[in-house]
Structures are given as C-alpha cells and as structure tokens.
C-alpha cells in the first residue's frame, strides 16, 4: 500500500468526529458499520472510538487506531476490546462516512 493512501485514510480518520456514522472495509474481507462515540489525536497518532451501529455502548467498544511513527502515517487499525484489553482484529483498507 502506499504512503499516499494510507496519509488519506488517516486524514479520514482523523476528521471523524462524534456523532458521525462510518462504514468500514477490513483487510480479511469484513464490513462494519459503527457510531463515532470520541475522537482523540496526539503525537502518537488519532484513535477514534467506536460502537457498532444498533448495539448498546456498554456491550461492545471498538477503535480506530492510526499510529504516526518518524512523521509518517500507518495503516489504520480496527481494534477490538477483548477481556478487557485492546487488540488488533484488523487492517483498514476503505473507509467512508455513512452520514452526518
């Protein structure tokens, strides 16, 4: 993948606010559709939190996490919380908004 694309996605990502809907295409072939419920961006890079669409919040948690190493954007990442700890479930590879 190219630095280019993966700058876009992260630029994608990082304008994603609360309130937004997203629909998301993963590496391994899978689609969610998800809630933006936070948004936060540092140094390290944008995670934005996730529930999917039509689940409670207190059930599932998911995120989107974009690591920034040496100035340069990385694949975003599709997070899941399991047994209390984050994990990578996935690659990103297409994200759009679904609505406003």
């Known amino acids: 993948m ?6 876009a996605r992260a630029r994608v990502v990082g304008r994603l ?5 997203v ?17 936060e961006r540092d140094a390290a890079g944008v995670r ?6 039509g689940v409670s919040p207190a059930s599932t948690r998911w995120r989107l996490y974009v690591p920034r190493t040496r100035g340069a954007w990385r694949s975003p990442r599709f997070e899941r919380r399991l047994d209390g700890a984050w994990t990578t ?12």
Do not use: K, Q, Y
């Not at 606010?17 to 809907?21: E, S, T």
């Not at 934005?48 to 669409?53: E, M």
């Open 23 to 39: 629909r998301g295409r993963l590496a391994g072939g899978g689609v969610f559709d998800a809630d933006v419920v936070g948004a």
């Open 48 to 53: 934005v939190a996730l529930v999917p669409t």
């Open 89 to 100: 479930h996935d690659t990103v590879v297409e994200l759009r908004r679904r609505c406003r």
């Open 17 to 21: 606010r609360p309130g937004d809907c």
């Open 2 to 7: 190219s630095d280019a694309a993966m700058a």
